[in-house]
């Protein structure tokens, strides 16, 4: 005989069948773990770019960078037969189109992720943008005069409003398409001066055109060096690694921005690098005149220490003796001797 089948009531469905019917709409238990393991892949992949971008970029040989970009220009002199000033535009130009196409590109500006969690990186960047800008303004104001009253090269300050653009902006016009512009002037100058063709592309490697660059120098390091000794807000090892002077004392920076100092400083310090080693170049006689060599290597060294891979991966902030290291008062340390090596160069520099 056949079973009955038997009414069950609306809304009294086993337990059961409810379950199933969460479970259908929801996508069940597999969605959820889907979901999760989509989310810790982004984020491994998100901090991995992160720590690639944040590495430092391999510094480059000034002679060689000379080489090539005369030749990417269509000249086919080298740095050392070139005139005067080709080591230290060419400098200027490969430093400018590292902090442009270094892994992840130009971050500062940058609006998605990991770019915009990004801190460390950045900061480095301004560092470079600063010391960059330095360098064009003095190629403008400088060493591509032969007086007070000649005629500046357009080029030149084409390229000197260009690096000046807002190091933030990130759309009409983004700050990486206005760098782009100051590049191209750049190699439109060094082009001009490599071949002979405009008259007033010139490069003056005359001891007072050094000795006013380096007269910057000597405060963006002595500024560097205060911020960093600030790390541990002792006023007594702040005024010595200002050489002794008297300084203002400067409240002790925040915990969280203390790594952004750091690499700022390591920013400047590596662009710095590459222009002094390119002077070197361009001012080789100068120097010599001016028994200015030993100084101008000692600045090199000093700014090499400073610029060395470091291989912890978070900037510590140990004080005196303690079990942490200090990174900052350690890079102090290099960008105070190297100040103390500028002064001595520029007093060469300055005597008859």
């Keep these: 005989m056949n079973a009955e089948k038997q009414d069950i009531p609306a809304g009294t469905e086993p337990a059961s069948d409810k379950k199933a019917a969460r479970r259908n709409r929801s996508g069940g238990p597999g969605a959820v773990k889907v979901g999760l393991i989509?989310?810790?892949?982004?984020?491994?992949?998100?901090?991995?770019?992160?720590?690639?971008?944040?590495?430092?970029?391999h510094k480059f040989d000034v002679a060689e960078n000379a080489k090539d970009i005369l030749g990417e220009l269509g000249q086919d002199a080298d740095a050392k037969s070139a005139p005067p000033g080709t080591a230290t535009v060419a400098a200027a130009v490969q430093v400018a189109q590292t902090l442009l196409d270094k892994p992840g590109g130009y971050l500062q500006n940058d609006m998605t992720p990991p770019g915009i969690l990004m801190d460390n990186m950045p900061s480095w960047e301004y560092g470079v943008l600063t010391e960059l800008r330095d360098s064009v303004r003095a190629l403008r104001n400088d060493f591509s005069r032969s007086q007070t009253q000649s005629i500046e090269n357009e080029e030149l300050k084409q390229a000197d409003s260009e690096f000046n653009f807002d190091s933030e902006a990130w759309?009409?016009?983004?700050?990486?398409?206005?760098?782009?512009?100051?590049?191209?002037?750049?190699?439109?100058?060094?082009?001009?001066?490599?071949?002979?063709?405009?008259?007033n592309a010139r490069f003056f490697a005359r001891a007072d055109n050094l000795a006013a660059y380096l007269a910057v120098v000597e405060k963006r390091l002595g500024s560097y060096g205060?911020?960093?000794?600030?790390?541990?807000?002792d006023a007594e090892l702040t005024a010595a690694l200002g050489g002794g002077q008297p300084v203002p004392v400067m409240d002790r920076t925040p915990w969280n921005e203390i790594d952004d100092v750091f690499y700022e400083a390591r920013g400047y310090s590596w662009a710095l690098l590459h222009m002094l080693k390119a002077l070197a170049l361009d001012f080789g006689g100068v120097l010599q005149d001016k028994n200015a060599e030993v100084s101008m290597q000692q600045v090199i060294r000093d700014l090499e220490q400073a610029t060395v891979r470091?291989?912890?991966?978070i900037v510590l902030n140990g004080h005196g003796f303690g079990t942490l290291a200090n990174h900052s008062l350690v890079l102090a340390s290099y960008m105070a001797r190297a100040n103390a090596a500028v002064l001595d160069l520029r007093a060469l520099l300055q005597r008859g």
């Design 38 to 57: 989509v989310i810790v892949l982004a984020a491994l992949v998100l901090a991995g770019l992160g720590l690639w971008w944040s590495m430092q970029p």
């Design 226 to 233: 205060q911020r960093l000794a600030a790390s541990v807000g």
């Design 171 to 199: 759309v009409l016009p983004s700050a990486e398409n206005e760098y782009r512009q100051g590049v191209e002037a750049l190699k439109e100058y060094l082009s001009e001066l490599a071949g002979g063709r405009d008259p």
């Design 310 to 313: 470091k291989w912890s991966p």
